[in-house]
């Protein structure tokens, strides 16, 4: 008798014939080809239909299958009798197949199941669910990361990372790379790299770039990256700091009423990016720009050099919106950001030199630092010959699985290249990236810590010319990275001096942050973080995020919410950034030789945000911030709306109405308020639950980047937190360009990104007020 059993997932197959017991090998064997035959027919069947055969073929071919069975049949029962010896045997096989079948596939089941899960790197998260993770009491989570904190260990983190030179792509940065990847696999991270092939500028590869004043040449050592390359003349004005306040007084009809076109504007380091220095001016049809040191410090070298990149975006301007894969051919265009005038740094002894010979008007009283500001004689000529290079850089990324949520992931970065050597700049985050991942990996292996989510540690090159490894690994990941990623903490330049504390964040983490201050200790720990502010934490703690932050594009172009952080003393910045005077013994001073101190504060700080985000059931992500911000933008426009309106009707057609726009903020309001009702109900042990409240969270940010804009003209999409035209705060900018009667008002562009913001806000909501499924 022929007998098939499948049980378990375990196909067994059996022969007797009479009293004979044929091997288990040779009786798959021939189910196999008893099988095979059979599926060969219906195959060949399949396949004559498909060539249109004739009604007489097709009865053929079946008539002959079928007899085909039938003789089989015959066959079986011929050979095989059915006599009631062989009927018990049938039976007993039947029942002991059965049996052993459904014991394997259950056993091979189970071992499956508990296997550990590969290694998954972020481009291809698989999530891993074992039940709801144990939760450690966040006191003693948080006590485990003190004690391994140690001042005595970043000293040593410290003497193994510094480097006098590790410019991105040079042997002295892949060294770095080759260290932080050995830190990685010591730990367990099983890590990864990506390489990318970027083209930035460097300076002359033989001479030096020039500028010529009153019969004077100077040759600056110093250089931007991205400068338009070329000779400009032009009459030198003097504008402080070079942002949108310095040069509207410049301009001032009622004042100075100074005409910049074709002028070479003299600014100092501070306050905001080279980028924005020169972006400023060019949008004001100046020729030049001319950036010199800001430092007042008499130890600052009155030669000392600067050094940066004057590209407005982030990343590879030559492939924006795309991951500087080798080899891979995109079309041949240029980032929106790219400028489009000459720009150049010059030493604060070159700068004085200018500015003691200029005529012109006298400075503003507040302008101190000069008398004049500059006429239309004291002509001065600046040459830049910068080359464009590729270089090959790698990012280094280690990871630390959770154990409920595998793929959701808090990312913390820092970049470990510099100009020089860069120690406040790189060392020191590279120093607490390394130190984090350390006392994480070993609180997990050895201390029974169970994070939920997991932990993607990254080290970035490129840093300097403009985050341009951070920005091209999120060009290159952003499908993936859109539901999995969830926070990016960012450690560049985190400590900077020692008196004021400084975050800049998305209002989704504001909450978050507050409690994190009042949980770490500061430089004197019988005291926190909070203790060190003056009034209210927010209006002394919280700041705008810059362009030149890191975690600048994680927000404004990818939608994850992010934050970056500093201990520092100077309001304007630490002057030695950019500089060859990036120092451990400059950053001493600056902190009364307590580095190791505050370093250790800021990697707590940074830790405690992480280790919250992958901690608790449910992400601590503040809808209601974000309701307040939209309210307020849509206040502001609504009354200037109606002040053009009034005043001014003919400038705004009678059908512009701002009620659309009103009812999109109402609708995220009630949909902010329906997720937090939602999150107030839930279940924390029901994992399908949180899940889906927790990607309802994540997806907040991202809907704001506006779907409307090309990521090449307009890369920082966030409608909130972005830059350019379709952001809310750019719609108020052309109402009032609008109302001060500017001839380069568009108004049709303007009921355009109208349009389209408030459907992005609403877009927003609906995508909110939609629970999503588990998936």
């Known amino acids: ?9 375990v196909f067994l197959t059996s022969l007797f014939e009479r009293n004979v017991c ?202 931007l990256s991205y400068s338009v390359n070329g000779t400009v003349t032009g009459a030198v004005v003097y504008a402080q700091y070079g942002d949108e306040a310095d040069l509207n007084q410049l301009q001032d009809k009622n004042n100075l009423n100074i005409d910049l076109s074709g002028r070479v504007v003299l600014v100092k380091s501070g306050k905001i990016s080279f980028a924005e220095k020169v972006a400023n001016a060019a949008r004001r049809n100046a020729s030049a720009v001319l950036i010199f040191p800001g430092s007042t410090d008499g130890s600052f070298g009155r030669e000392t050099q600067l050094f940066g990149h004057v590209h407005l975006g982030s990343g590879d301007p030559y492939t924006p919106g795309f991951p500087s894969f080798n080899h891979t051919q995109f079309p041949p265009v240029q980032s929106s950001g790219l400028p489009s005038i000459v720009a150049q740094t010059i030493s604060i002894n070159t700068a004085n030199d200018i500015l003691r010979q200029l005529q012109g008007p006298s400075s503003p009283t507040q302008w101190r630092d000069v008398l004049r500001l500059g006429g239309e004689k004291d002509v001065i000529t600046v040459e830049v010959n910068n080359v464009l290079s590729e270089k090959r850089i790698n990012n280094v990324f280690g990871v630390i699985k959770g154990f409920v949520d595998s793929d959701r992931y808090v990312i913390i970065g820092a970049r470990r290249d510099a100009w020089g050597p860069g120690f406040a700049a790189s060392t020191v985050g590279t120093s607490v990236l390394v130190e984090l991942a350390r006392s994480i990996s070993h609180m997990v292996k050895n201390d029974g810590f169970k994070p939920r989510r997991s932990l993607v540690f990254a080290s970035w090159s490129a840093g300097e010319y403009g985050n341009v490894g951070a920005t091209e690994w999120l060009e290159g990941y952003l499908s993936s990275l859109s539901m999995k990623a969830f926070s990016y903490i960012d450690l560049d330049g985190v400590v900077t001096g020692q008196s004021n504390f400084k975050v800049a964040a998305s209002p989704l983490l504001h909450t978050l942050i507050g409690s994190t201050i009042k949980g770490v200790s500061a430089l004197n720990k019988d005291a926190n973080l909070l203790s060190q502010v003056a009034g209210n934490w927010e209006s002394s703690v919280l700041e705008p995020l810059k362009l030149d932050s890191a975690a600048y594009p994680f927000l404004a172009f990818s939608g994850i919410p992010s934050v970056s952080f500093r201990l520092t003393s100077d309001e304007l910045g630490y002057q030695y950034f950019g500089t060859l005077l990036d120092t451990r013994e400059k950053l001493n001073t600056v902190t009364q030789n307590s580095v190791a101190q505050l370093t250790r504060v800021a990697a707590q700080f940074a830790g405690h945000i992480a280790l919250r985000l992958v901690h608790d059931h449910l992400l601590r992500m503040d809808l209601g911030r974000y309701e307040k911000i939209i309210r307020n933008h849509v206040a502001h426009i609504n009354v200037k709306v109606n002040s053009i309106k009034m005043m001014q009707p003919q400038l705004l057609p009678k059908t512009l109405t ?71 705060e750019g719609l108020y900018n052309h109402l009032n360009a609008m109302r001060n009667n500017d001839p380069n008002v568009d108004v049709d562009a303007f009921r355009d990104q109208f349009a389209l913001a408030t459907w992005t806000i609403q877009g927003c909501a609906n995508s909110l007020a939609v629970p999503h499924l588990p998936l």
């Open 1 to 9: 008798m022929f007998v098939v059993v499948e049980a378990g997932g």
């Open 22 to 223: 044929i091997s288990l090998s040779s009786a798959s064997s021939l189910f196999s080809s008893c099988r095979r035959s059979m599926e060969d027919s219906s195959s060949q069947v399949e396949m004559m239909l498909s060539y249109d055969m004739k009604d007489g073929d097709v009865e053929n071919e079946v008539r002959h299958h079928q007899d085909h069975k039938s003789s089989y049949k015959a066959y079986v029962a011929q050979r095989f009798g059915r006599t009631p010896r062989n009927l018990c045997l049938i039976a007993a096989t039947v029942v002991i197949a059965f049996t052993t079948g459904f014991l394997t596939g259950y056993l091979v089941h189970r071992n499956k199941g508990s296997a550990a899960a590969p290694l998954v790197q972020i481009e291809e998260p698989v999530a891993r669910e074992t039940g709801a993770a144990p939760l450690m009491d966040w006191d003693n989570v948080t006590d485990l990361l003190a004690q391994k904190l140690t001042t005595k260990q970043f000293e040593s983190t410290f003497s193994e990372f510094a480097s006098v030179d590790h410019r991105a792509g040079s042997p002295g940065d892949e060294a770095l790379r080759g260290k932080v990847l050995k830190k990685f696999n010591e730990y367990g991270m099983n890590p990864w790299t990506d390489e990318y092939f970027v083209r930035v500028q460097d300076p002359p590869a033989s001479g030096s770039n020039k500028v010529v004043f009153n019969g004077r040449t100077y040759h600056p050592k110093g250089f």
């Open 658 to 728: 701002v009620q659309w726009l009103i009812s999109a903020y109402s609708a995220f309001n009630r949909a902010s308020r329906s997720l937090t009702a939602d999150i107030q109900n839930s279940d924390l042990e029901d994992i399908k639950m949180c899940r889906s409240i927790n990607d309802r969270i994540i997806m907040v940010e991202r809907n704001f980047l506006s779907p409307f804009v090309s990521p090449r003209e307009s890369p920082f999409r966030h409608v909130l937190l972005g830059s350019g035209p379709h952001t809310l």
